[in-house]
């Protein structure tokens, strides 16, 4: 008597959905997606509203052509980063998609279907491999805040050298009363001028310049002030390990995480750390000769902070030092200790 083979699965679990890929196009206004099969058949492409709703529709829409799992999206830093952190809460892994190369769109040409279709193509192959950041915590805070620092220093600068402009052309008898004066005395001096105080209306017009430019230095620096106290005390809370290594003070904690992001499980090693911030060497070899080139990809802010860092444990940690002498015995250049240092 022969017994009966009984299935493992009962007739009334749901089928299992194939997986496709999603690839988004991203806009200011509008979002343009492509769904793709594992075997890189287009299945539909659609536009949506970049809102809310909008990304919503966009999802259902995909996953009635399978099940969604990775998407490749353009921008999730700057137009995507809605979308991003939407697919992100619904358990979408998000790769960040680079725009595709000059050759490729001279051959395919260019529209936003096509671009839609290419980032999903990006991930299916493995050639999109940097996971996107999540923005939904205090490292993204972090960042909006160096916005707007990073902007009111460009400014506060910018208003320091018209000022000091301004003075070069100025009457002499006021130009040689404030120039033995340090900034912060000359800003101070030229925000208490009255316009009243000079004879004839260009002396005027510079007292009142030179007010309104001092003033305008003097609010900056008070917002500059106040943003670096939000920062300190966001890296002292959520990453204050970063605070103790010689040479590491909150700016350059904060450009790190940053470019860490909130989830840093996205960053599978530290190597894939060193290569975000292009601090890793690139093989550079052909025939017999084998060398290695400096990394000019990566973040450049991250890079700049580590060059930032090297140059502060040079001057102060005993360690870098002795680690620069053994190096130096050992025939390296100036500037490739510096870059062994970051790396």
Known sequence: MTTRQHSTSSSTDPPMRREVVLGVDTHGEVHVAAVISPLGKILGTE?????????????VWARKRGA???????????????LSRYLLAQHVEVYEVNRRDR?????????DPLDAQAAARAVLSGRARARAKSGDGPVHSARIFKLAKDSAVKARTQAINQLKAVLVIADPA?????????????FRTCARLEP?????????????????????????TG???????????LVERHAPQLLVPVGIGP????????????????????????????????????????????????????NAALHRIVFTRLRHDPRTQAYYERRTQEGKTRREIIRCLKR
């Not at 509203?49 to 999802?59: D, E, F, K, N």
């Not at 490749?72 to 137009?79: R, S």
């Not at 050759?103 to 529209?111: E, P, V, Y």
């Open 196 to 220: 009243g105080d000079g004879e004839g209306a260009v002396a005027q017009a510079t007292h009142l310049t030179l007010r309104m430019l001092a003033e305008r230095i003097e609010q900056l």
């Open 251 to 302: 700016d350059s904690a904060v450009t790190l995480l940053i470019t860490m992001g909130d989830n840093s499980e996205r960053l599978n090693t530290e190597a894939s750390f060193a290569a975000l911030c292009g601090v890793s060497p690139i093989e550079y070899s052909s025939g017999r000769r084998r060398t290695r080139r400096l990394n000019h990809g990566g973040d450049r802010q991250a």
């Open 68 to 82: 969604v799992r990775r998407a490749g999206v353009e921008g999730t830093g700057t137009f995507g980063a809605g």
């Open 223 to 233: 917002q500059i002030d106040e943003l670096n106290q939000r920062l300190t005390r």
């Open 47 to 59: 536009s949506f509203p970049a809102t809310v709703a909008g990304y919503r529709q966009l999802l």
């Open 174 to 186: 006021l130009r040689e009363q404030l120039s033995s004066l340090g900034n912060r005395e000359l």
């Open 103 to 111: 050759s490729a769109r001279r051959l395919l040409g260019k529209s």
